[in-house]
T-cell receptor
């Protein structure tokens, strides 16, 4: 089955600086890679996703890159703000029948220092 | 707004006393999922429904059951909660299963279960 590794587990960034979180996956059939933000006491919120037919996707201050050859994808947050503080999870899945489970990384606790 | 709703947000139950958690959705999605999330861990899939088809994860204990009486509602039943079942329980939905072109999974706010 799929295995997703996520690094770092904790990340502290000065407000206004950029933050980068990296994930690797094992199943070459995986073709969908979402990122979730989870604030304390709340459910995960989908913030951006990427599919294997593109290499990069951007939404305002958030971008995701995908390298299918190396089987890794990354979340980039620019001009960080205090409200970006949260736990971020990457995930991967494929459309192969019977292998449709969303596999999560172990999470990164991001702290933005004012 | 279309959304995933979970009730209650906080539930306290006694050791061994059955408890039911509720999830409803206004997205009209075909798939509903139940996850267990313990502190500082990733969500762990327990099972999911694709329409009326129930799909259990191999390592989900028999103590956990689920019902989906209609498209909008899904319930998680814990027959005999143990102290180790204290966790956040998350409901999620997607239009279709898997990683197809229209696949996105949306989570509810969760129910925090305490077992005393």
């Amino acid at each position: 089955g799929e295995n997703v590794e996520q690094h770092p587990s904790t990340l502290s960034v000065q407000e206004g600086d950029s933050a980068v979180i990296k994930c690797t996956y094992s199943d070459s059939a995986s073709n969908y890679f979402p990122w979730y933000k989870q604030e304390l006491g709340k459910g995960p919120q989908l913030i951006i996703d990427i599919r294997s037919n593109v290499g990069e996707k951007k939404d305002q201050r958030i971008a995701v890159t995908l390298n299918k050859t190396a089987k890794h994808f990354s979340l980039h947050i620019t001009e960080t703000q205090p409200e970006d503080s949260a736990v971020y999870f990457c995930a991967a899945t494929s459309s192969n029948f019977g292998n449709e489970k969303l596999t999560f990384g172990t999470g990164t606790r991001l702290t933005i220092i004012p | 707004d279309a959304m995933v709703i979970q009730n209650p947000r906080y539930q306290v139950t006694q050791f061994g006393k059955p408890v039911t958690l509720s999830c409803s959705q206004t997205l009209n999605h075909n798939v509903m999922y139940w996850y267990q999330q313990k502190s500082s861990q990733a969500p762990k899939l327990l099972f999911h429904y694709y329409d009326k088809d129930f799909n259990n994860e191999a390592d989900t204990p028999d103590n956990f059951q689920s019902r989906r009486p209609n498209t909008s509602f899904c319930f998680l039943d814990i027959r005999s909660p143990g102290l180790g079942d204290a966790a956040m329980y998350l409901c999620a939905t997607s239009r279709e299963p898997g990683g197809g072109p229209s696949y996105e999974q949306y989570f509810g706010p969760g129910t925090r279960l305490t077992v005393t």
